[in-house]
């Protein structure tokens, strides 16, 4: 592989879902030292960062078909498995690595990495952080994310927190780096086009942005469904999309044991609505007004001007997430919707959240930029990685972890972890397809069944 230049660092990304791999991707691209970058999709011209991408192995592992709709390219792509990433890292040289996975999976490299390192005379600097709105296990997720060089924070408000957690417990706060999301961008919205939309012309457009989780029971994704197919009853001169993230059996960041697919086949929704899939910036290009429970798709709405409303019809609660968007301005019902209502976001809400509508996101990376560079010319190079969870203060929860992931307490490898020195044949590919099969059609049918069972 070749080596960093002055004008392409060399950069890793390890992901473990489609969403991570879009986020850590276009992170890399924001922060690599030198010129700022642009977010657009790699098209194989020689500029930005040598890009070697890494998907962790588990069940969301994205599929082709996800990875094509990120959008995103690197120099190269492969599978592994935590045990033969820590070998890749111990045999590569980079300049920078961004962990972009679950909090736990940041741990367990963060151990890994210091123990293959530990011989060293340099390493890269070591960057993580979060792919959007933090509303749940903020103390946790942060504690886990601990010894990395630089923990992203995607707005001022959460810089602030993060601050907070870190000092609270008497660990170092200064990886805190407060830049925003690497995928805002596009257009800025330029206003609502004709409703009585001509031909040639694109009619009034209405998305839903749908999440995996959010809500998770039946009964309240079929309410919210319902109404997005009553209002494009109510409104058959406009275009109402549901946008989705992925598609049966496969997963994302977040298990979907309810795909609205199969519920939209019980219904018989009018021409005007449809189901659609793709880059969610190249949806916003055609949105006239963004709906979400809580998706970060309202933040990328917002960054354009793009009219959000965050729906209020199922409550105002941290289990759905949009308790985060208290003081946005964007909380409305359907019912207030199919009034007209438009609500105004709160300009002071949206500064703090990092989305930047006020055209300072070409430089919300510049801090980022300017640290790595600093530590990548510190004399005598880097520090070993010194997470705050370590065998001495959290011996009961540490083991666990690493073990997920086949490390021992020290970091190293368990007897037994999957081998580094071949590519998977075909028979281990086919059981592998198959235990994957089996897992998803576990979650999706067999699961729900159970807890139906258990309430009767």
């Not at 949806?283 to 970060?296: G, P």
Request: proline share 8%; net charge neutral.
């Amino acid at each position: 592989m070749p080596v960093s230049t002055p004008n392409r660092p060399r950069i890793a990304v390890l992901a473990d879902s489609d969403t991570r791999w879009k986020w850590g991707a276009l992170t890399a691209d924001r922060i690599a030292p030198g010129p700022s970058m642009e977010a657009a999709p790699r098209e194989g011209a020689q500029v930005g960062p040598l890009l070697d991408g890494f998907l962790l192995r588990g069940r969301a592992t994205p599929t082709p078909r996800q990875l094509a709709e990120v959008g995103v390219r690197a120099d190269s792509l492969r599978e592994v498995t935590a045990v033969e990433f820590l070998r890749a890292m111990a045999e590569e040289s980079y300049d920078v690595l961004v962990l972009s996975l679950v909090g736990g999976g940041v741990q367990a490299m963060l151990h890994g990495l210091a123990r293959v390192w530990e011989n060293r005379t340099s390493r890269p600097v070591v960057v993580t952080g979060y792919v959007g709105v933090v509303y749940e296990k903020l103390a946790d997720g942060l504690l886990l994310r601990h010894g990395a060089d630089l923990v992203l924070a995607n707005s001022r408000q959460d810089a602030d927190r993060f601050r907070a957690v870190y000092e609270g417990v008497g660990a170092d706060a200064s990886a805190v780096t407060e830049v925003a999301l690497p995928f805002l961008g596009g257009a800025p919205y330029q206003g609502e086009h004709d409703p009585s939309a001509k031909q040639g012309r694109r009619p009034y457009t209405v998305v839903f942005a749908a999440q995996p989780s959010v809500p998770d029971s039946r009964k309240d994704r079929t309410y919210l469904l319902n109404r997005l197919v009553q209002h494009a009853r109510r409104h058959p001169e406009r275009e109402v999309l549901l946008k989705l993230r992925s598609k049966p059996g496969e997963h994302t960041t977040h298990i979907e044991e309810l795909p609205y697919q199969k519920l939209v086949q019980r219904l018989d929704p009018p021409a005007n609505f449809r189901l659609v899939y793709g880059n969610m910036g190249e949806v916003l290009d055609r949105t006239d007004l963004l709906v979400t429970v809580s998706s970060t798709a309202a933040l990328e709405s917002l960054h354009r001007r793009i009219p959000t409303v965050v729906l209020s019809d199922l409550g105002i609660r941290e289990s759905l997430g949009n308790h985060h968007f208290v003081g946005s301005g964007c909380l409305a019902s359907w019912d207030q919707l199919d009034a007209g209502h438009r609500p105004t976001p709160d300009e002071e809400w949206v500064s703090r959240q990092g989305v930047a509508a006020d055209g300072t996101y070409d430089s919300a990376f510049d801090a980022a930029r300017g640290r790595i560079a600093e530590l990548l010319d510190r004399p005598g190079g880097l520090t070993p990685l010194t997470p705050y969870y370590t065998p001495v203060t959290a011996p009961g929860y540490l083991p666990g972890i690493l073990a997920r992931h086949h490390l021992g307490p020290d970091g190293t490898p368990l007897p037994g972890a999957p081998a580094a020195d071949k590519e998977p044949g075909p028979v281990r590919q086919i059981v592998r397809r198959a235990a994957r099969g089996a897992y998803r059609h576990g979650v999706q049918r067999v699961a729900p069944v159970i807890r139906r069972m258990g309430e009767l």
